[in-house]
């Protein structure tokens, strides 16, 4: 039986301006999607012939249904139907939904969530369909929990600040193994996944920062094949992760060479988001294009008040460069100021000398303070150069596991450092990674406003999150509400996007992008991934001092055409994993 969403403002997704009128679902599909039109001597809209009765939410017997016969000769009340429409009535009418004028929507899309281990969790859901998220993408900045190896262990340590621990434990020696596991999960939104290019590292060579054998190139480069053959759309990187960071441009290149003419995604965590930022787009860009793949570069940003605007400008000029030669290339960006991801990824790269579990084992000790101190005052040429007073009065402390660690939580680096007992802030940092075992989360609140409204404004970016599923009690408030956040701040307050821009690329654009067929969009044939909202009332709760709060606003929300969230309650588990 079908559901009708009548009176509404259609966003379509495309980007068009936004229409009056209505959406018919049957199934797991919209069925037809109805622009209201003048009538020429009578009403137009659905209640021309569904009568006033027909109120929101009503449940239409058998005798109302008969009354809904919808001719397409007739116009189909006024209105035109939008797409081949192969129906000729609207009798499995079951359920009516007076939009009442509200936003009827695709349902959010957000490529760029650390949620592989999260979907296996009994509490995913409630967090992204509050915000109006349908569905996700998984598998990036390199971080994968397939492929598995006797030399994968320490990537669920190194991890666990990013992704939070494992559910139930398991270990997937293959990414068919785990797409498995994915398929056969309650999901309550829809799920795909890229392949972590840091977990094939790992898998074959674990943490040593050796270069590749040749034997061990071989062995990476079966399993991007095996990845591809198990239908993923794309490879993600974290060239500032351990142990990516050991990776040469030519070696990436290389390990990827399975996918030339492929037509597959590489999703970039760049080798710089700071002063070498220009080259790390140059290079990401040089290792798509050698293997002909399409490029979309993550979390696009300039970090630090000695890099802002000027290297961004740098950057974006890279970039449409390549693109005016004819090259495939879109970034992304989240809506504010600040990151967040472990504080470990901040250690300077000319101090990270040997396995990442072998320097924190000894990172408390005099002389490696010592040298983490020169590292960090005297960067090196693959270092990045932010200034240490704006790094460490900047940088949030937001996830710790000992008990005796949870006073320094919410507060920077600075003030942390304060009320520690240390004498310097560098043996601080040190002990503190130390006693976490490498996991500490942190936000840098690093990035300047007008270089974020400027990323928005390109006509190649899309909006995400970036969102870390760590637990802990102060999350960044991206990962509880990114989408009201965009719509209430740069779409309503700032103007810094019309409406249907910003849908657009929160929806139809990251559709595109990771070949999800069919979502997306408002249109006959597609999946029903549908929100209705009034976005006056949408509410993003979460804030950078209390960032664990869901958002509100969200009136409905269907996944595959079933109603999953209302009322700010969820309803049901609806989602598909997508391969």
């Not at 680096?413 to 075992?437: Q, R």
């Not at 993003?540 to 929300?557: H, P, Q």
């Amino acid at each position: 039986m079908g559901i009708l969403i009548k009176n509404g403002l259609i966003y379509d997704g495309t980007g068009a301006a936004p229409f009056k009128g209505s959406v018919f679902i049957e199934d797991d599909r919209i069925k037809a999607v109805i622009k209201d039109e003048l009538a020429a001597g009578g009403e137009t809209g659905p209640d021309a012939v569904l009568g006033n009765q027909a109120t929101s939410g009503a449940v239409l017997g058998n005798q109302a249904a008969s009354a809904t016969r919808l001719d397409k000769e007739a116009n189909l009340y006024g209105g035109t139907c939008i797409g081949e429409n192969s129906f000729t009535s609207f009798e499995n009418v079951e359920t009516v939904i007076d939009a009442c004028g509200r936003c009827v929507t695709p349902g959010f899309i957000d490529q760029h969530r650390h949620a592989d281990l999260a979907i296996f969790r009994e509490s995913f859901g409630p967090q992204e369909l509050a915000q109006g998220l349908t569905t996700i993408g998984t598998g990036v900045c390199g971080f994968s929990y397939a492929p598995f190896t006797d030399k994968s262990e320490g990537l669920y340590t190194y991890a666990e600040p990013i992704m939070g621990p494992s559910a139930d434990g398991a270990r997937y020696a293959t990414l068919a193994e785990y797409i498995d596991a994915a398929r056969h999960a309650d999901l309550s939104i829809n799920a795909a996944t890229l392949q972590g290019l840091g977990a094939i590292r790992i898998a074959v060579k674990g943490y040593d920062p050796s270069p590749y054998t040749k034997e061990e190139m071989e062995k990476g480069q079966a399993l991007v094949e095996d990845a591809i053959n198990a239908g993923v759309r794309g490879f993600s990187t974290g060239l500032i992760y351990n142990p990516e960071m050991y990776t040469s441009t030519e070696e990436m290149t290389e390990l990827l060479k399975p996918c030339k003419g492929r037509n597959m995604l590489f999703m970039p965590h760049m080798r710089s988001e700071a002063n070498e930022l220009p080259e790390a787009v140059s290079e990401v860009i040089h290792i798509a294009e050698e293997n002909e793949m399409v490029l979309s570069i993550s979390h696009f940003k300039a970090m630090g008040p000695e890099n802002w605007h000027v290297k961004l400008e740098d950057a974006i000029s890279r970039i449409e460069a390549a693109r005016n030669r004819g090259m495939d290339v879109t970034v992304d960006v989240y809506p504010y100021h600040g990151t967040s991801t472990t504080l470990s990824s901040a250690l300077p790269f000319s101090f990270l000398n040997e396995p990442f579990e072998k320097i924190i084992a000894k990172i408390n000790r005099k002389d490696e303070i010592d040298r983490l101190k020169h590292c960090y005052l005297n960067p090196g040429p693959k270092d990045n150069k932010i200034s240490p007073d704006f790094r460490w009065s900047t940088t949030l402390i937001t996830g710790v596991a000992l008990p005796e660690n949870e006073k320094y939580l919410s507060k920077s680096v600075k003030d942390a450092f304060a009320i520690s007992g240390y004498s310097d802030i560098y043996e601080f940092i040190a002990n503190l990674l130390y006693s976490e075992k490498g996991s500490v989360c942190m936000v840098e609140l690093a990035m300047d406003e007008a270089d974020v409204e400027r990323i928005m404004k390109l006509p190649y970016s899309m909006i995400i999150s970036d969102t870390l599923y760590t637990i802990t009690d102060y999350p960044h408030p991206r990962a509880y509400a990114m989408c009201p956040h965009m719509i209430k701040e740069y779409v309503l307050n700032r103007k810094v996007l019309p409406l249907e821009t910003a849908i657009k690329k929160m929806t139809s654009m990251q559709a595109e992008r990771m070949h999800y067929t069919d979502r997306g969009l408002i249109k006959e044939g597609a999946y029903a991934d549908v929100l209705i909202f009034d976005p006056e009332n949408l509410k993003d709760n979460a804030t950078f001092e209390k960032g664990k709060v869901l958002s509100g606003g969200i009136d409905y929300a269907f996944v595959n055409g079933v109603l999953s969230w209302k009322d700010e309650k969820q309803l049901a588990k609806a989602g598909r994993y997508l391969i």
